[in-house]
């Protein structure tokens, strides 16, 4: 009679974490197949079953990391390299280098050459590239004339640009003295109040306007003097006409501020050039006397970034 054993089972006790109530195998045999099987206690640790991390799990990890690696190959090679050679140079496997490639021409920061089906750089890599490179160009042609328009006029001078409905400023030059006033430099701001504010809705459509005045985006900033919707667009006008904007007390209580447009290559708007200080040094008056070192030093930034008068 043939041995009531299950055969090509290891029934050695291993933990089994979806066997319900059993801890283990051997306990939930029946008697009469138990007797036909070493006790748990015999069995040797060694033929214990430890649970470990599949080689696909762990290279799930620094993914990005990863895809950075992969990029930097695309982007050193001569040549557009295979998949074997993209993952003998980055130490990863061939499966893990083909999913990444995936990803990244789904959003096209890599491109497949259907004839080799090989990889090269997307499209999108130029364009990161090209913002980055305009970022630096503001910056170098930006960072001379501010300091020295802060050495004539003993005030902060700061740079902002638009992205989208927001006003970020990017650069500012602070004055060697006890009590100045600042640019929230990095800090996303609406376009519904202040100086460079008015300049960047100055570019835009008078439809375009209307919508950001009936949004009214909230910001986390309240100001203290925020200009009505009606007399925001006067004021705008007023930009159009003049070539430069002011703001009295709008954003910060004490604080009063003068800014004119940077032009790019294109007769663009590419910044917005200002100075800003306490209300009792910057009056009306002073902006007026002030205006033509504020426009001169936007007028050299401009030419640095290929702008030219018409």
Same mark, same amino acid.
């Given at each position: 009679?043939?041995?009531?054993?299950?055969?090509?089972?290891?029934?050695?006790?291993?933990?089994?974490?979806?066997?319900?109530?059993?801890?283990?195998?051997?306990?939930?045999?029946?008697?009469?197949? =138990?007797?036909?099987?070493?006790?748990?206690?015999?069995?040797?640790?060694?033929?214990?079953?430890?649970?470990?991390?599949?080689?696909?799990? &762990?290279?799930?990890?620094?993914?990005?990391?990863?895809?950075?690696?992969?990029?930097?190959?695309?982007?050193?090679?001569?040549?557009?390299?295979?998949?074997?050679?993209?993952?003998?140079?980055?130490?990863?496997? =061939?499966?893990?280098?083909?999913?990444?490639?995936? !990803?990244?021409?789904?959003?096209?920061?890599?491109?497949?050459?259907?004839? &080799?089906?090989?990889?090269?750089?997307?499209?999108? &890599?130029?364009?990161?590239?090209?913002?980055?490179?305009?970022?630096?160009?503001?910056?170098?042609?930006?960072?001379?004339?501010?300091?020295?328009?802060?050495?004539?006029?003993?005030?902060?001078?700061?740079?902002?640009?638009?992205?989208?409905?927001?006003?970020?400023?990017?650069?500012?030059? !602070?004055?060697?003295?006890?009590?100045?006033?600042?640019?929230?430099?990095?800090?996303?701001?609406?376009?519904?109040?202040?100086?460079?504010? =008015?300049?960047?809705?100055? !570019?835009?459509?008078?439809?375009?306007?209307?919508?950001?005045?009936?949004?009214?985006?909230?910001?986390?900033?309240?100001?203290?003097?925020?200009?009505?919707?009606?007399?925001?667009?006067?004021?705008?006008?007023?930009?159009?006409?003049?070539?430069?904007?002011?703001?009295?007390?709008?954003?910060?209580?004490?604080?009063?501020?003068?800014?004119?447009?940077?032009?790019?290559?294109?007769?663009?708007?590419?910044?917005?050039?200002?100075?800003?200080?306490?209300?009792?040094?910057?009056?009306?008056?002073?902006?007026?006397?002030?205006?033509?070192?504020?426009?001169?030093?936007?007028?050299?930034?401009?030419?640095?970034?290929?702008?030219?008068?018409?």
């Amino acid at each position: 009679m043939s041995s009531p054993c299950l055969r090509g089972v290891p029934f050695d006790g291993t933990v089994l974490p979806l066997m319900g109530h059993c801890r283990t195998v051997f306990g939930c045999l029946p008697a009469r197949v =138990k007797q036909c099987l070493p006790s748990p206690a015999t069995h040797p640790r060694s033929a214990r079953v430890t649970l470990s991390p599949t080689p696909d799990a &762990t290279e799930e990890r620094g993914l990005l990391r990863r895809a950075v690696a992969v990029l930097d190959t695309l982007a050193t090679d001569t040549v557009p390299p295979s998949v074997r050679g993209i993952a003998e140079r980055t130490g990863l496997s =061939k499966s893990a280098v083909q999913r990444i490639l995936v !990803e990244l021409e789904a959003v096209d920061l890599a491109m497949r050459d259907p004839a &080799t089906r090989r990889y090269g750089l997307g499209p999108r &890599t130029l364009a990161l590239g090209s913002a980055y490179q305009r970022g630096l160009s503001l910056h170098a042609a930006s960072i001379g004339p501010m300091t020295d328009l802060v050495t004539e006029v003993a005030e902060t001078v700061g740079l902002s640009v638009g992205h989208a409905d927001r006003l970020i400023h990017v650069e500012q030059v !602070e004055p060697q003295r006890r009590l100045s006033a600042r640019f929230d430099v990095g800090r996303p701001l609406p376009l519904w109040f202040g100086a460079p504010a =008015k300049v960047l809705l100055a !570019e835009r459509s008078d439809d375009e306007i209307l919508r950001v005045l009936d949004d009214r985006e909230q910001t986390d900033i309240e100001p203290v003097n925020p200009p009505a919707p009606d007399e925001l667009r006067r004021q705008v006008a007023d930009v159009r006409r003049t070539g430069h904007a002011r703001a009295f007390e709008e954003t910060i209580e004490g604080v009063h501020t003068l800014s004119v447009p940077v032009r790019g290559a294109l007769d663009d708007l590419a910044a917005v050039l200002s100075i800003t200080a306490p209300s009792e040094r910057l009056p009306d008056e002073r902006m007026d006397e002030l205006l033509p070192s504020l426009l001169a030093a936007a007028a050299l930034i401009s030419g640095r970034l290929g702008h030219r008068e018409r």
